[in-house]
């Protein structure tokens, strides 16, 4: 399974030594951003990398007369800024849990029809943002900019070698194609247990935000960190429904990755909502 900061330059090997990392990053990246419980604080770095620390709101500081904030970090999701967009019909937001107050799911219908439950498939990613999206009425419309961090990887040099990988499989899967494998995760910490449907509208939701899906390269680069100088794989993909920037360690995508080259795998999925939503039934514009 890969790291999910090691494949954007923070491969560290321990949690200490991830700690000091975060100790080195310099302020003038930072950005702010009120939410609900606190702030996020958002480094950024030009390569793309980006790490979103949450800093809660002590209650006991709100209710005395004293006027400084006191605040205090209780997590931080590793994202990377990228040219992918996908259309989506967010249909909920959800938090599981394991999620502290800045943590948080949307499950979403992708490429979207003009009616709810018509799309070309559905989705469920983390919002690295999602206290600051918990006021918005679903369901609606917005654009979605979509990072995916692997956990396994393959890559092929054309359609045709895809193909050919999968002769004699029962299921074989097109060269775009997205599948909401997190839905359908097994209960429990057992990988090989039984999988499964995790209901986005029920009591107990504890789906992880994780999808196979298969995308053709349409550009890709490597490019470093600027806190630590480590490299790292960048591509965006397109896959069934829109583009997606895939990020890997340099061990995970070996060789020259060209144009044309089919990525597959199971990725974990972290998204922001880049636009303004339309809510549904209203005339306008994305």
Request: charged share 20%; aromatic share 10%; glycine share 10%.
């Amino acid at each position: 399974m890969s790291d999910h900061f090691g494949v954007i330059g923070f491969k560290a090997g321990s949690a200490e030594e991830l700690a000091g990392l975060l100790a080195t990053l310099p302020e003038t990246g930072a950005d702010p951003r009120a939410c609900g419980p606190g702030y996020y604080y958002r480094w950024q770095s030009d390569a793309g990398p980006e790490l979103w620390i949450h800093m809660q709101r002590e209650a006991a500081a709100a209710s005395t007369e004293d006027s400084e904030e006191r605040l205090t970090i209780v997590g931080v999701t590793p994202f990377f800024s990228g040219e992918g967009r996908v259309t989506v019909r967010v249909m909920t937001l959800r938090q599981r849990p394991t999620d502290n107050a800045f943590e948080g799911a949307a499950f979403a219908e992708i490429e979207p029809g003009p009616k709810p439950h018509q799309c070309a498939t559905v989705a469920l990613f983390d919002l690295v943002d999602y206290a600051c999206a918990t006021d918005r009425q679903t369901p609606f419309i917005a654009s979605a900019q979509i990072a995916a961090f692997p956990h396994d990887i393959a890559v092929f040099v054309d359609e045709s070698a895809f193909n050919a990988s999968q002769h004699g499989q029962d299921v074989k899967f097109a060269a775009k194609s997205f599948f909401a494998s997190g839905l359908f995760a097994p209960l429990g910490d057992d990988p090989e247990g039984a999988p499964t449907y995790h209901d986005p509208d029920g009591p107990d939701f504890r789906a992880p935000a994780k999808a196979y899906l298969t995308g053709v390269i349409a550009k890709s680069e490597t490019r470093r960190n600027s806190v630590t100088g480590q490299s790292f794989r960048w591509a965006l993909i397109n896959t069934l429904g829109g583009a997606m920037d895939v990020v890997a360690s340099e061990s995970q995508f070996r060789g020259d990755l060209r144009p044309g080259m089919i990525v597959q795998g199971e990725f974990w999925l972290c998204g922001r909502l880049t636009d303004e939503a339309v809510q549904l039934g209203l005339p306008g514009l994305l």
